[in-house]
């Protein structure tokens, strides 16, 4: 497709259980960014992924947040045992490059709800 | 305080007025982007810039490196104007956005 595309739209699962968030970046995009935005909240970084270096996983806000990037391409972002604090909506991006700047490009979001 | 600070938080307009929205931010950058996000939640990249200014249809973005300042205008503004605009810089020697909390634009007719 034309642009980066996220799967689901949305999820709603009980807390406690463990969810898999989905991103297919734009092709040819060697770097890849995951973002949470909370209900009122700005966006915060989570992990980025650039070729195939060692991610930077330092907005991860806790070790039940995971994500990996297999072939260079699609992307997981997985977490485990989901409280309601969890609730938000998860956004992917991607760029051409990294070591220079770059405009992101973004998905739509996976609106997550915890219950 | 947050790295990157936008101003104002909120703000109302009347179809045709030019919209200002201002950011500062305090850490040494390579790039800010100026994007927008419309109710629905999907997020567009308006502008990446690194110094001077840039212009796309009615859109201006400037910035000051000096100052730590960028400014996105809006001329003759539009009702479709209406959106959160997001000020995020990219510090040196990383591609990590940091965001600053949005603008909230609301143009009437």
């Known amino acids: 497709g034309a642009g980066v595309s996220q799967s689901p739209s949305n999820k709603v699962t009980e807390k406690g259980k463990d969810v898999e968030l989905r991103c297919d970046p734009i092709?040819?995009?060697?770097?890849l960014y995951w973002y949470r935005q909370s209900l009122g909240q700005g966006l915060e970084f989570l992990i980025y992924f650039q070729g195939n270096s060692a991610p930077d996983k330092s907005g991860l806000p806790s070790d039940r947040f995971s994500a990996e990037r297999t072939g260079g391409s699609v992307s997981t972002l997985t977490i485990q045992r989901t409280q309601q604090e969890d609730s938000a909506v998860y956004l992917c991006?991607?760029?051409?490059?990294?070591?220079?700047?770059?405009?992101?490009?973004f998905g739509d979001g996976t609106r997550l709800s915890i219950l | 305080k947050n790295e990157v600070e936008q101003s104002p938080q909120n703000l109302t307009a009347q179809e045709g007025e030019f919209i200002t929205i201002n950011c500062s931010y305090s850490?040494?950058?390579?790039?800010l982007h100026w994007l927008q996000q419309h109710p629905g939640g999907g997020i567009v990249s308006l502008f990446m810039l690194s110094s001077g200014k840039k212009k796309h249809g009615r859109l201006i973005a400037t910035i000051n490196i000096q100052e730590k300042h960028s400014s996105l205008h809006i001329t003759a503004s539009h009702p479709r104007d209406s959106a959160v605009y997001i000020c995020?810089?990219?510090?040196?020697?990383?591609?990590?956005?940091?965001f600053g909390t949005g603008t909230r634009l609301q143009v009437f007719p």
């Open positions: 850490v040494g950058i390579s790039a």
């Open positions: 991006a991607s760029s051409l490059a990294w070591g220079a700047a770059q405009p992101q490009h």
């Open positions: 092709s040819g995009h060697t770097a």
């Open positions: 995020a810089v990219e510090p040196y020697n990383t591609d990590k956005l940091i």
